[in-house]
């Protein structure tokens, strides 16, 4: 038996498994069908001896053909159920199933639409997923590495010895295993074997799971079945409901920044501070309560989360991604995420994610370089790098690549239960020369800067939500004139439902940090945005990138002191809401915290027991919730019927006078902002119809912290032509403030002048 047994031997094949070089080993690894039987061959670093057990049989000694490399022929015309008994060199004994035994899994259709670019959750077949086979527990384990020379899988279950579990590779570059009586929780990563013999750790770009930072293994982790869902009524809900008509005021937050728990700190008797333990973080179950919480008392409609997706770096603010499908172990585990989901969902709360396509890190364990050779990020690095940012740019055009992408959007979006994915940085993406000089950018093959395959990428990816989850919400970051971002694909456009206005947002925050003495000379600035108000369905935003890196919060960027300073932002914030455009607002702001956000502390609750925050709070929830009863201020945001100026040229005065509107002139609002801190009594108002005005807010009401100058009484206007209308009326407007009128006609309406504004 021997001499037959070492007749089937090849040791050139051999010779691959021991020096780790092999990329299929169940050509020789595992049981095969014999002229003599059942040929099974192992390899077992580190082990003396190695028996074949048989139900109902002696156990079998293998024969050591080479240092730790095992074989013998079973006597067995089929190849039957067996393990293995293997002792080691330290005088364990060890049993295990042949991991080499088992089947492939991944079927051919499945590889040939992800070579496609077309398999949209990808994710079920790549990484790491627990199952059976052939009544057998265990984990598949499954990767992309198409230029490696070998990929194995290591983890405390093997001593992270690539040795003992190289993968098979399949068509495509897919290298897959299953391996026999893993569980969940067990930390693992891919060693990949390079040209040159260099060899590297890389975690699971399809981990669904990975350990808390500093640390950054992939974590065996089953999401299916994990979480019992409880938010039918609200996704039945999401389905029917339309989000173009209906009021959007998104609090954008950082999770941590958001609340955290406080580090512990010892004082000595000399008074120096020794911090014994960092300041933590809440759990995703805690964080959900104490969002939810406030964010249903203050009246938002959707928390927008910056990444949750795993990063390494605190200060990154999860904008440098390293776990594409795993959200951040810091605040606890998948089902803890999908709890929290829920649970703002049964709160009637949205729940939108920041997202980042555009870039990733250059972190050793990522996707960088992922199989020795850029795999993920374009090979020349005038397309692959971003120089400023100093991370790596995602291969578009490589069909894998977008599809890693494409189906990491659905994964969040249907396993998940999230209602919106904001894309961070389009504009990067949409030019090839963004971020750089000449000479160090690759133009199109029409000689141009438009990256087509980006723009392709991102009209796919949005084609495809639509038809998947027509109900999501995809929204840009684009800071350009790009056009049509929120255009149909079918008519050219990126097909995003909704684009930061981040003109806007320059502009207003340029001209309300103005000393109100100067405004009158940037009036301009205050009007310039309706001039393209519906060339892109938008969101305003005052987002965190306004509020850090020196550029203050939002209270500090307002003029004069504090009470002027409360006065302006009110003003602002009361701008905002009247104009056309959903909202999204940054945490701590909407109390007017005085420092910058950082991503290191929690928001300064403290600042609620100061008289003058706590009523700027109780101003924005009460001028959310305005803005959510009024149709007039939300229903017709993308149509130029929804928006009337009055009174557009008032430069000196800094005043601006406008009508939001809907199909019910009942249903019209008036807004009268004045930019500067004179009270004008008797101010005389053109208004859009003869009727009755009654004032429903005012941001000087003495309860917000203003000096009272209201209008308590209803006016009703009078036959006396001003601003272009036939009816107007007079009132007093507030200094640094905003008045906004209930309408209600007496009458059908009356011809305008036709002066032209």
């Known amino acids: ?29 595992g049981p095969h069908k014999v002229e003599d039987g059942v040929l099974v061959q192992a ?188 938010d039918e009524v609200w996704m039945k809900q999401r389905k029917k409901d339309s989000t173009k008509e209906k009021p959007e005021f ?24 020794t911090v014994v333990q960092e300041a933590g973080f809440y759990n995703y179950r805690e964080l959900a309560y104490k969002v939810a919480d406030y964010v249903k008392d203050m009246g938002y409609t959707h928390v927008e989360l910056m990444p949750v997706m795993e990063h390494p770096f605190d200060g990154s603010w999860g904008y440098q991604v390293t776990g594409y499908y795993a959200p951040t172990s810091r605040y606890g585990t998948p089902e803890d995420f999908m709890y929290f989901v829920d649970y703002l969902h049964q709160k009637d709360i949205g729940v939108i994610l920041d997202w980042v396509p555009a870039h990733f890190p250059r972190d050793l364990n990522g996707l960088a370089r992922f199989d020795g050779a850029p795999l993920y990020e374009h090979p020349d690095p005038r397309r692959g790098e971003h120089p400023h940012w100093g991370t790596l740019i995602f291969n578009y055009g490589r069909k894998e690549v977008s599809n890693f992408l494409i189906a990491n959007a659905m994964y969040w979006v249907e396993q998940y239960h999230v209602d919106g994915l904001r894309m961070d940085a389009v504009a990067s993406m949409l030019y090839l020369d963004y971020g750089r000089q000449d000479g160090e950018w690759l133009p199109n093959m029409y000689g141009g800067r438009e990256h087509l395959e980006a723009i392709e990428f991102l009209k796919h990816l949005n084609s495809m939500m639509k038809k998947r989850n027509p109900e999501v919400q995809m929204i840009a970051e684009e800071s350009t004139a790009w056009p049509m971002v929120t255009g149909d694909v079918e008519d050219d456009g990126l ?29 301009g600035q205050l009007l310039f945005s309706m001039v393209y108000a519906y060339s892109e369905k938008f969101i305003l935003v005052l987002s965190h990138d306004e509020v850090v890196h020196g550029k203050g919060s939002m209270i500090q960027k307002m003029p004069g002191e504090n009470p002027d300073k409360f006065s302006n932002l009110r003003l602002a914030y009361g701008f905002m809401v009247c104009h056309p455009g959903k909202k999204l607002l940054f945490m701590g702001q909407d109390y007017a915290q005085f420092t910058e956000f950082n991503e290191g502390r929690s928001l300064e609750w403290f600042m609620l027991d100061f008289d003058l925050h706590k009523k700027m709070q109780d101003y924005m929830r009460e001028l959310i919730h305005l803005y959510k009863e009024y149709p007039a201020l939300y229903a017709l945001d993308d149509e130029p019927e929804g928006f009337t100026w009055i009174n557009n040229i008032s430069a000196d005065e800094s005043i601006v006078v406008f009508t939001r509107n809907t199909e019910k002139k009942d249903e019209t609002l008036m807004v009268i902002c004045n930019f500067t801190p004179v009270v004008r009594k008797n101010y005389k108002i053109g208004v859009p119809f003869r009727g009755k005005y009654k004032e429903i807010f005012n941001s000087d009401h003495e309860k917000f912290g203003g000096a009272g100058n209201v209008n308590p009484r209803l006016k009703q206007s009078k036959a006396e032509e001003c601003d272009g209308m036939d009816d107007s009326v007079k009132i007093t407007v507030p200094p640094l403030g905003i008045s906004i009128f209930k309408c209600t006609p007496l009458a059908p309406a009356r011809k305008k002048t036709g002066k032209a504004r």
């Open 250 to 273: 998104i609090y954008e937050l950082h999770l941590a920044g958001f609340m955290r728990p406080d580090a512990v700190i010892e004082t000595d008797d000399e008074g120096h501070e």
């Open 495 to 523: 097909g995003f439902d909704l684009k930061w206005n981040m003109g806007w947002m320059n502009d207003f925050l340029g001209y309300m940090s103005l000393d109100p003495l100067f405004r009158k000379g940037a009036y």
């Open 1 to 29: 038996m021997e001499d037959k047994l070492f007749g089937y031997m090849q040791w050139p094949e051999i010779e691959a498994i021991i020096y780790s070089e092999h990329d299929r080993p169940k050509q020789i690894l």
């Open 43 to 230: 390899y077992f670093p580190g082990a003396v001896s190695c028996e074949v057990l048989v139900k109902g049989r002696e156990p079998m000694m293998m024969k050591a053909v080479d240092s730790e490399y095992f074989a013998q022929i079973l006597p067995d015309a089929d190849i039957p159920d067996y393990m293995y008994q293997v002792t080691y060199g330290d005088g364990h004994v060890v049993k295990c199933r042949d991991a080499y035994a088992f089947p492939a899994t991944i079927p051919e259709e499945d590889i040939k639409k992800f070579q496609a670019g077309i398999h949209y959750e990808i994710y079920k077949v790549l990484g790491a997923h627990p199952m059976r086979i052939r009544g057998i527990k265990g984990v598949r384990f499954a990767v992309w590495a198409p230029d490696a020379m070998r990929v194995s899988v290591v983890g405390d279950f093997n001593q992270w010895d690539g040795r003992r579990h190289p993968m098979q590779r399949r068509e495509g570059g897919i290298h897959e295993l299953f391996i026999p009586g893993l569980k969940e929780g067990e930390l693992y990563k891919y060693e990949i074997k390079l040209k040159g013999d260099t060899v590297v750790l890389k975690s699971d770009p399809y981990g669904t799971l990975m350990q808390k930072r500093p640390d950054n293994a992939s974590v065996i982790y089953n999401i299916c079945r994990k979480h019992q869902w409880q």
